[in-house]
């Protein structure tokens, strides 16, 4: 929506007066570069503890947030009702007694569900061979809703339980800092032990006789970096410290194998990877190294029997192989080549079973499910005919077995699950995701097309639309990308999306550079140096949606989170007339002050994503010249939302609140720029299942308004 002049109509009639953050100029100075920052002083300076306690927020910062989401709920007042008619739908799709199909393990089988207005699931375990559907034999383990109650936030970890099937270890989080508490459950009493481990990664691994389980702690800057061994009926500080990692740069992970014969710890960082193992026969045994970390070389390791099957990319192996090693001997010298690596089929994730090796992997912008007999090397593969996919490979909890369980779906098809004979090559559906509220695949379309990148590139566009929407520019859309880390964004199947959908809106998905969507040069191609390639696919991607009559620029709504809120932030900087409103939630937008920030949780790990702009003058210099807050200047930016969690360690909450203060003053248009900040929340926003939908309420909403619908 546009006036002749070309400036962006507001729907936002009459406004209170926005507030104002005072300036408090802060100036600093790096590669005879200065910089100043005005509103630094949202950053709050007991941040580290304040994660933990949200309760000792400094006064004057937390009475601005404040004043901003009073601001945002009176812009969205005359949206309320409608607000609640999006989460009526949005709830109405989901079976809210719905369970997932319990995953067989020695004489029973274990599962999620929940019950009717529940927030939370539970977990529970039946008979191995029981019905899952007949409630009358599960046996509930842990009630989320009951250890929710009272609590603001709460986040449900890790479930994992031991060998015999006597415990279980489970972890929660109650201020959406993602410091997890660990506890013990007597899975006979239903009570859990006195043992309890704070500040935690969110999982543990137990040791095969039940007696000892191992776990991540993260520092006080958020980076889990240790590993240690706890005894059940020892305390915390008595733990045995397995490995620590000294580099800051590095993420510390443990995993178990299907055949409880190694303890994984895994050392990683964006683009460089170690192993190291302890064989469960001796749990006191130093962690042994698999190959030493060498930069830009990654690898995985899977137990298979007398063998591990490594997936890496080394030996310049792009798109990744997968090689197989001796366990008593799998230092680099013995790998020896099972899966070529083979150019623009990424392999993505691989698992093995005692007959059969198990891979997924994405080949021409699609996922496919390859399994091969391990005794006869034949391969053969899963995959589907629609334009646009998801397949989720959720594999077996046991290794002798040659059932595997994956899900299907795709962005007009309700998820389905299927359990999978490796041998006979037989699917069994096991479950169709239901709509209770009604849905016909048939009213709907799915479409990918290509959008011509500013340097010739194709990018593929996942679309969605109701097959009656009209075709010739007058559709609103909302246009979705993420473009980091590597990470595809799946054409699945969302019911909350259909709220836009049935209300005449192209819902699509841009699968721009920085994810693997094309395979591995699709992401390093969308990084460091190259990471304008990222916000100029976006807006490629909305011409092309233009261009072929899918909408107009004056009705494309942006949306993205996270480090594709940096997107929405950069693609407002340099395209803001192409889209009438901006969906930015916890935004990575202020990317150069934080990666100068060596004390914040994730600012070492991602310079390999990023850049290093404190070593490097060219990464500063390059940073600086996107980052969403130091580009913001005068010009008419569409109306704005951006979303934060007051106690989120991934994205600070201080990021958007500069932004939006910043983006307030310089814009030249009378569009609206609005901050919610979650008060009780972090990165993920609310926990609850009921209320994250009155997130996304919200959300649609505003979507709703600035194209000129939410009158519906």
């Known amino acids: 929506m546009n006036d002749p002049k070309g400036l962006p109509v507001t729907p936002f009639k009459t406004l209170p007066d926005a507030p104002k953050a005072i300036k408090k100029a802060l100036r600093d100075t790096r590669h005879g570069r200065t910089r100043t920052d005005d509103y630094a002083w949202l950053r709050a300076a007991n941040w580290q503890a304040m994660f933990k306690d949200p309760t000792i ?38 079976k809210e007694d719905d369970s997932s199909v319990p995953m067989k393990e020695g004489p029973y089988a274990y599962g999620t569900a929940f019950r009717t207005g529940a927030e939370q699931p539970y977990f529970f375990r039946i008979p191995r061979d029981g019905d899952f559907n007949d409630e009358s034999i599960r046996e509930t383990l842990l009630d989320g809703d009951l250890e929710a109650k009272g609590k603001a936030y709460f986040d449900l970890g890790g479930f994992d339980q031991t060998t015999d099937h006597s415990r279980a270890i489970w972890s929660y989080d109650d201020k959406g800092s993602e410091f997890y508490t660990l506890k013990v459950r007597d899975l006979e009493t239903g009570k859990d032990i006195e043992d309890r481990i704070e500040n935690t990664g969110g999982s543990g691994v137990w040791a095969p006789d039940g007696k000892s389980f191992f776990y991540t702690e993260v520092d006080d800057n958020h980076r889990p970096s240790k590993v240690f061994h706890h005894v059940i009926g020892t305390k915390q500080e008595d733990d045995r410290l397995v490995y620590e990692e000294s580099d800051p740069g590095f993420f510390v992970g443990i995993a178990g194998s299907l055949l409880d014969d190694f303890i994984t710890i895994d050392i990683h960082d964006h683009q460089t990877s170690e192993v190291r193992i302890i ?202 990308g993420y473009g980091a880390y590597g990470i595809s964004i799946p054409a699945s199947f969302s019911t909350n999306c259909l709220s836009l959908v049935d209300r005449g809106f192209v819902y699509a998905i841009a699968h721009i550079r920085g994810g693997k969507d094309k395979g591995f040069a699709w992401y390093e191609n969308g990084k460091m140096m190259h990471k304008k390639n990222t916000f100029s696919d976006f807006i490629a991607a909305a011409d092309a949606l233009v261009a072929e009559g899918f909408t107009s620029h004056g009705k494309i709504v ?107 003053e310089a814009t030249t248009g009378t569009a609206p720029v609005l901050l919610r900040t979650n008060m009780d929340a972090g990165h993920g926003g609310a926990s609850g299942r009921f209320q994250r939908l009155e997130e996304k309420a919200l959300e649609y909403a505003f979507a709703l308004k600035v194209a000129g619908k939410a009158e519906r």
């Not at 709920?73 to 109405?92: I, P, S």
């Open 279 to 480: 064989p469960t026969s001796n749990l006191d045994a130093e962690p042994a190294l698999v190959a030493a970390r060498e930069t830009m070389v990654e690898y995985d390791v899977t137990e298979g029997g007398d063998v591990f099957y490594i997936l890496t990319n080394d030996g310049g192996a792009k798109d990744f192989k997968i090689m197989e090693a001796p366990v008593n001997a799998p230092g680099k010298a013995n790998w020896k080549e099972v899966v070529p690596h083979q150019e623009g089929r990424l392999i993505l994730a691989h698992t093995a079973f005692a007959r059969h090796l198990v891979w997924l992997e994405r080949f021409a912008g699609l996922p496919r499910i390859v399994i091969r007999d391990r005794a006869t090397g034949e391969e053969h593969a899963i995959a589907f005919e629609e334009e646009a996919y998801s397949l989720g490979l959720q594999g077996a909890a046991e290794y002798d077995t040659d059932t595997i369980r994956f899900s299907y779906s795709s962005m007009t098809t309700p998820s389905q699950l299927y359990d999978y004979n490796m041998a006979t090559r037989e699917r069994t559906l096991l479950k169709t995701q239901e709509v209770p509220s009604g849905h016909n695949p048939d009213d709907y379309v799915t479409r990918r097309i290509q959008a011509k990148a500013a340097d010739g590139e194709l990018v593929p566009v996942s679309i969605v639309y109701r097959k009656d929407t009209p075709l010739d520019g007058s559709a609103p859309c909302l246009l979705y």
């Open 558 to 664: 942006a949306e993205g989170g996270s480090a594709g809120g940096m997107l929405m932030g950069a693609v407002a900087n340099m395209a803001p007339e192409k889209f009438v409103g901006i969906i930015a939630a916890v935004p990575f937008v202020d990317v150069l002050t934080t990666m100068l920030d060596d004390s914040l949780p994730l600012t070492p790990p991602e310079w390999n994503e990023w850049g290093n702009p404190i070593a490097s003058e060219e990464a500063y210099d390059y940073i600086a010249s996107y980052s969403p807050y130091d580009n913001v200047g005068p010009k008419p930016y569409p109306a704005i939302l951006a979303l934060a969690g007051l106690t989120d360690p991934r994205v600070t909450y201080w990021e958007p609140a500069k932004w939006v203060a910043k983006l307030r």
């Open 57 to 94: 927020l400094e006064a004057d910062i937390r009475a601005h947030l404040e004043a901003e989401n009073a601001y945002m709920k009176a812009a969205m007042a005359d949206t309320e009702a409608l607000q609640k008619k999006l989460v009526a739908e949005m709830r109405g799709r989901i």
